[in-house]
């Protein structure tokens, strides 16, 4: 425990090029792109010049390949002088966020399969989240503090909302999953609330040893949400081994802990870099997570689905800690202690991909260089103020054909859950996401 360990983004690109060298140079692989460095994503190319403004003797100035070097990342200031005092005008930091943006709309794919009936007044859909052949995890970075989570939605044929099913545990649950606003904190479910419902120790419910720096109980949580957000903790320590959601890193082991979705216990893995996937012996397209939702509807026919990926690159409750812990210090500068409110207020929700059910396979909101050679982020910033902001990928049928595998899936998840109109358990929904996969198969991406 002698190093201090913020992010591990350089490691995962590292083990991203030795498999390259070690499994597609050494195969002689040519369907395959070389892996990236880090400037092909952050430092976009934008177009040909010259980097000085005279030559020696008459020689002319020789063009070459000119970059972006404000190295765009995914965090930004919530400081208006960290720009203003640099002479930025709002039109400057509107091209700043609109790169941060196009550079987070690169990360994945996402794809919502059709609406499929599961029990009388109950209907289904299955959310895919891809790693978007990224040099690294998804997240990556501070992911316990960045936040990459889904809001899904469905609504029937005039437009009414059509909320989600009801669950064992949560007889009470929200209209939409993942439904907040930039300066609300996502309603994750408190372990002490949930185990009190049903009757058990903490520890045998989702995020059971955790205790978060904000929860909410049954009746006021999401069960349902889908959060990518991994947890800094104090470490496990004491004889009860529970852990407290903290602020700041310490030497202790164990100190970041992944998320699970309440729902059906999924944990919240990061997704792999797709160089690093192997699946029977293959390569695979691409890491993936998939996770099952419910909606109260009488005909998966009049339902669409819609899901989006959010992302903001800290949570509200982590700057309200931050706060607290930095006035609870005597010996900080006033210039280092922070405003809660007036950060929370400048927080950005981007909406990274909107996917729709039915919508013939994953959707890309920013197609990066890691997809087709010569693609720039910069381009996408200006397809934004256009208005076309999604490009929809092709994708493989399931291995039944888009009609068996269809009637399979009904099949298989009506037999699983049986006829009666009932709240589904935690089991239950894990049946329904498995047999939802099947039937739906998962989708490549072809990439002109």
């Given at each position: 425990?002698?190093?201090?360990?913020?992010?591990?983004?350089?490691?995962?690109?590292?083990?991203?090029?030795?498999?390259?060298?070690?499994?597609?140079?050494?195969?002689?692989?040519?369907?395959v792109t070389a892996p990236l460095g880090c400037v092909d994503c952050h430092m976009p190319a934008a177009g040909r010049g010259g980097v000085v403004d005279y030559a020696p003797g008459l020689l002319p100035v020789p063009g070459r390949e000119l970059r972006s070097h404000s190295f765009i990342g995914v965090d930004y200031d919530l400081d208006p002088a960290?720009?203003?005092?640099?002479g930025l005008g709002d039109e400057a930091v509107a091209a700043v966020l609109g790169e941060r943006k196009a550079l987070l709309q690169t990360a994945v794919t996402l794809e919502v399969s059709d609406v499929v009936d599961i029990q009388p007044g109950i209907v289904g859909a299955l959310v895919t989240v891809r790693n978007n052949l990224?040099?690294?995890?998804?997240?990556?970075?501070?992911a316990f503090a960045r936040q990459f989570w889904l809001e899904v939605s469905a609504a029937d044929g005039s437009g009414d909302p059509v909320c989600l099913a009801p669950l064992d545990d949560f007889p009470a649950v929200p209209c939409a999953s993942g439904d907040v606003e930039h300066d609300q904190s996502l309603p994750q479910c408190d372990p002490v609330s949930h185990a009190a419902v049903r009757g058990v120790d903490r520890t045998e419910v989702?995020?059971?040893?955790?205790?978060?720096?904000?929860?909410?109980?049954?009746g006021e949580c999401d069960p349902y949400l889908t959060n990518f957000q991994k947890i800094l903790t104090d470490g496990t320590l004491g004889?009860?081994?529970?852990?407290?959601?903290?602020?700041?890193?310490?030497?202790?082991?164990n100190v970041v802990q992944v998320r699970q979705r309440v729902a059906d216990g999924q944990l919240m893995a990061e997704l792999q870099s797709t160089r690093l996937v192997v699946r029977d012996g293959e390569l695979a397209e691409g890491d993936t997570a998939q996770f099952a939702y419910l909606f109260a509807a009488d005909r998966a026919a009049a339902v669409e689905v819609?899901?989006?990926?959010?992302?903001?690159?800290?949570?509200?409750?982590?700057?309200?800690?931050?706060?607290?812990?930095?006035?609870?210090l005597t010996d900080v500068p006033d210039e280092a202690r922070i405003d809660p409110d007036e950060l929370i207020d400048r927080l950005a929700v981007t909406d990274v991909v909107t996917a729709f059910s039915g919508g013939g396979g994953p959707v890309l909101a920013c197609v990066g260089p890691q997809n087709r050679r010569g693609a720039t982020i910069l381009d996408c910033v200006e397809e934004e103020l256009e208005g076309d902001d999604r490009v929809v990928l092709a994708a493989g049928g399931a291995s039944l054909g888009p009609v068996g595998g269809l009637a399979m899936g009904v099949v298989a998840v009506v037999g699983v859950l049986g006829l009666a109109r009932r709240r589904l358990s935690r089991a239950e929904l894990l049946w329904t996401a498995a047999v939802l996969a099947g039937a739906f198969g998962a989708a490549s991406i072809v990439v002109g």
């Open positions: 425990f002698d190093d201090l360990i913020l992010q591990t983004t350089f490691d995962e690109w590292q083990d991203y090029v030795a498999f390259y060298e070690q499994r597609i140079r050494g195969d002689d692989r040519t369907d960290a720009y203003t005092e640099k990224l040099g690294h995890t998804f997240p990556t970075g501070f989702p995020n059971g040893r955790i205790d978060f720096a904000r929860a909410f109980p049954v004889d009860d081994g529970l852990a407290a959601e903290v602020v700041y890193q310490s030497f202790l082991p819609t899901a989006t990926l959010r992302f903001r690159h800290l949570p509200p409750e982590f700057i309200e800690t931050l706060g607290a812990e930095l006035d609870a």
